[in-house]
């Protein structure tokens, strides 16, 4: 089973972000595009911080359909970014794009739940599953338990040992998750809440 915790780097930022609709904005059928502007930000890791001031104005921008489903990504870094802060950026928020919500077709109400499949590229490629389940509505504000589960995209890897290179299997991939969020339904990103969860993959 995945340990809960770990050690967990935290990058903060405020955030604008401004919503534009649009009747046909890429061609995958997205209705909006949203962009977010990187207000002063901050890193606990003492040696990125420099890099990690560099990126105030950083613009992240994405199309997206109706449901919340991103469809395209795109970044804006300021002339004044380093290589290292604009990286960060990136993967920071190249992360966050699969956990935004994309609500079903379907109605549905409170004690309804659903999944979403999304490949994550990080350190090495996942197929995630994320399960929401409503726990309540309060006009256009959706509270929602959030289950994440994750495995490998590929079966096995090969490594480079003290003894040669050899072919490992996967033998097991867990997920430990906690989350709660509240979205609230004019918003592209959610107003409240914390996702948390640790994948432990045994070859």
Known sequence: TAPAGGTVTTFTSPLSVDTVAAGNTDDQGANRSVNIT????????????????????????????????????????PTEATDTGRALVERYF??????????????VGVGGSWTVDARVTDDSTMLQTTTYTITGIDGDKVSLDVKVTQRPAVGAITADL??????????????????????DLNQPLPVGGQIAFTTRVVY
Do not use: C, Y
Request: charged share 15%.
């Open 94 to 107: 190249t992360r966050l794009v699969p956990e935004t919500v994309v609500f079903p077709g379907d109605a």
């Open 38 to 77: 990187l207000g002063d930000s901050s890193i606990d890791n003492l040696d990125q911080a420099q890099d990690v001031k560099s990126d105030t104005g950083f613009v992240v921008g994405w199309f997206a359909k109706k449901s919340g489903q991103i469809t395209s990504a795109n970044f804006q870094a």
């Open 162 to 183: 003290t003894d040669g290179t050899h072919t490992l299997n996967v033998l097991n991939s867990n997920t430990t998750t906690d989350g709660h969020i509240v979205v």
